[in-house]
């Protein structure tokens, strides 16, 4: 504006009615932006708003509306300032009444140049790409530590079904040792027990008559089937023993194939939970992304900063 032209001032209550932005709001964003977004004062300290400031705080409110970070807020302003040739905002030298509704100046502060639509949707497409390449990184590192959880759940269990396995057939293998001492045992004192009775019979015989003979005969057959009995008993429960033992590594070989069964199908299902995870993050950005082009489109050839 050239020199004793007349410059309309607002309040703060003004442009939040204006802009339909609360106070509080409106506040926030000058400190939130601190050194971008400079509010004008009058001598007595109270801010007032030309429409240079308003302009920028509804710009301001549109990129927030837009879902549009602090920090990329911040950075565009930047860029946009460090374009043109003054601050966005300078201190006006004003009477001491801001709320009258006209104020002389003596210089108005110059139109701010128009932010370039090209640079904005190229660095809002750059911020998408480390966006996406972050949430990838992280849920790849999540991919690798659940793998490295499972596979530690795996070696675990797969070494504890092991050692359970092996000291089951150590104790099969020591109980049919066992088993078998006293089977040879039971036929050591068997053997000898009809060693005595043959050599008790082989005197008696010799010393005793044709009837003493055939009750020698008897008790050599009675003794015999006695033995015959006890060697089936033993044999039968070693046998038992054995059958027992291969039926217990059945078991143990079925409950191992079921735990492995059982990880794999975890896995495959927390793998296509964070499919779908991932394909619904991309749709939401791309979703906003898409919403923006079209508004940027829109206003491309309107310079929103031009004061009116």
């Known amino acids: 504006m050239s020199k004793n032209q007349v410059l309309k001032a607002y309040s703060i209550k003004d442009v939040s009615k204006k802009i339909s932005v609360p106070t509080g709001t409106i506040r926030q964003w000058e400190k939130d932006l601190n050194g971008l977004l400079v509010i004008p004062r009058s001598r007595q300290g109270a801010r007032f708003y030309t429409e240079t400031e308003i302009s920028i705080l509804a710009k301001i409110k549109e990129m927030r509306e837009k879902n549009l970070s602090k920090d990329m807020i911040r950075m565009l302003l930047e860029k946009h300032f460090n374009e043109g040739s003054e601050a966005p905002s300078e201190s006006f030298g004003v009477p001491a009444t801001v709320e009258q509704p006209l104020v002389k100046q ?11 639509m090209e640079e904005f949707k190229a660095a809002l497409d750059s911020y998408k790409q480390n966006l996406v390449q972050e949430i990838k990184l992280e849920i790849k590192k999540n991919q690798m530590e659940m793998l490295e959880e499972v596979k530690n759940g795996i070696h675990e269990g797969t070494l504890r079904t092991v050692q359970g396995l092996s000291k089951s057939i150590q104790r099969s293998n020591e109980k049919r040792k066992s088993d078998m001492n006293a089977i040879t045992e039971s036929i050591n004192e068997a053997s000898k027990l009809n060693n005595e009775t043959v050599a008790s019979l082989s005197d008696s015989f010799v010393k005793s008559s044709k009837g003493t003979f055939e009750q020698l005969s008897k008790q050599i057959s009675e003794s015999s089937r006695t033995a015959a009995k006890d060697y089936k008993s033993m044999i039968y429960t070693a046998s038992s023993t054995l059958d027992k033992a291969q039926k217990d590594m059945l078991k143990m070989t079925k409950t191992i194939q079921e735990d492995q ?48």
């Open 106 to 116: 003596e210089q108005a502060p110059a139109p701010q140049p128009a932010l370039d």
């Open 261 to 308: 069964e059982n990880i794999v199908e975890t896995i495959n299902q927390n793998f296509e939970q964070l499919g779908k995870s991932i394909m619904q993050r991309e749709d939401v950005f791309q979703d906003m992304v898409t919403s923006y082009r079209e508004v940027a489109a829109a206003k491309k050839t309107k310079k929103w900063w031009k004061v009116f």
